[in-house]
């Protein structure tokens, strides 16, 4: 258990509403991902970040913000929510071991835009 | 770019058969890590192994094993003696950067009949 929750678990929206995901973690980590996850794909990464106010994009990022204004919590914003975007989302933090890091998933958020 | 290729979307077996999931991967970075997770039907994310580029020994923990090959760029997972409980879609996923951002395959769904 790497103290990683998602909120919310589950969610149905409709199209054109803003959605926001929040990932928190309780071990200061200092990176942090989103991935969503789809059938055929296995998971892909949206944003990440590397600290406080630091983030970057991943390989799908189009229609997604993210947010990092404490170490802690990693926000992830569909402006204006798309079907297309229904999903499971993930974040996962990355923890030192020796001299590897290995990535931990939080639980994972099933979002549905109808 | 990196690319995680599981050419095998899904596999069903009988109980205590013996089961070898394929990974074939693309990077042109000569130092990488290679991961498996397990996803059992709850839904989380469970690392299962990491292995660098530098280090091709083979690792056997309990009744499953890695082959790793550079030479074929694969990394395969085999179950030995299955069991129903090993029923989950298992993720390959490649790293080049100690662990950092991960590239996953599609997935292989593996079903283990009693």
């Known amino acids: 258990d790497a103290g990683i929750t998602q909120s919310p678990r589950h969610k149905v929206t409709e199209t054109g509403t803003p959605v926001t995901l929040r990932c928190h973690q309780t071990e200061n980590h200092r990176y942090m991902y989103w991935y969503r996850q789809d059938p055929g794909h296995g998971l892909r990464l949206i944003h990440y970040?590397?600290?406080?106010?630091?983030?970057d994009k991943g390989e799908v990022s189009d229609g997604y913000s993210v947010s990092r204004s404490k170490t802690e919590d990693f926000l992830l914003t569909l402006e204006s929510a798309t079907s297309s975007q229904t999903s499971v989302y993930f974040c996962a933090i990355t923890r030192a071991i020796s001299s590897y890091n290995e990535q931990f998933f939080g639980p994972g958020t099933r979002l549905t835009v109808l | 770019a990196q690319k995680v290729t599981q050419a095998q979307t899904e596999i069903s077996v009988v109980e205590k058969e013996d089961v070898t999931l394929d990974c074939v991967y693309e990077?042109?970075?000569?130092?990488?890590?290679l991961f498996w997770y397990k996803q059992p039907p709850s839904g989380e994310l469970v690392f299962l192994i990491r292995?660098?580029?530098?280090?091709?020994q083979n690792e056997i923990s309990g009744r499953y094993s890695w082959n790793f090959q550079k030479s074929t760029s694969s990394f395969n997972f085999t179950i030995t003696a299955s069991q129903v409980v090993d029923s989950a879609v298992y993720f390959c996923?490649?790293?080049?950067?100690?662990?950092?951002?991960?590239?996953f395959g599609g997935g292989t769904r593996l079903m283990v009949k009693p």
């Open positions: 970040s590397y600290g406080v106010k630091d983030t």
């Open positions: 996923a490649l790293s080049i950067n100690a662990g950092n951002m991960l590239t």
């Open positions: 292995r660098n580029s530098f280090d091709e």
């Open positions: 990077t042109r970075d000569t130092t990488y890590y």
